[in-house]
């Protein structure tokens, strides 16, 4: 079995920071890509920012320049650097990542979600 256990979120003012993290953990063979979505309250989930395995990285357009994704590969571990962060930015975080278990399965798993308010 496999978790993803996400935190670092909460309540930062609009031009702060913060930083997310997100583990693996459990039966994991390899992990291809690792990224971060997000959704807010009546809207679709949507991509903020994916790794690659070989660290090629990818970025919402909304949040280019502002936030940075990094993996840890030896900790099983992804991070999301978030800086001057905007009211917009409000929703819950939730860490995904494509994995293949020891069974050799391949599947995409979920963390449980974490909330980021910007709020003043």
Not at 76 to 93: I, R
């Amino acid at each position: 079995q496999v978790q993803l256990v996400e935190s670092g979120g909460g309540l930062v003012q609009p031009g702060g920071s913060l930083r997310l993290s997100c583990a693996a953990s459990g039966s994991i063979f390899s992990i291809y890509a690792m990224g971060w979505y997000r959704q807010a309250p009546g809207k679709q989930r949507e991509l903020v920012a994916v790794i690659g395995s070989g660290g090629k990285i990818n970025y919402a357009d909304s949040v280019k320049g502002r936030f940075t994704i990094s993996r840890d590969n030896a900790k099983n571990t992804v991070h999301l650097q978030m800086n001057s962060l905007k009211p917009e930015d409000t929703a819950a975080y939730y860490c995904n990542a494509d994995i293949i278990s020891t069974a050799w399965r391949r599947d995409a798993y979920w963390g449980q979600g974490t909330q980021v308010t910007v709020s003043s």
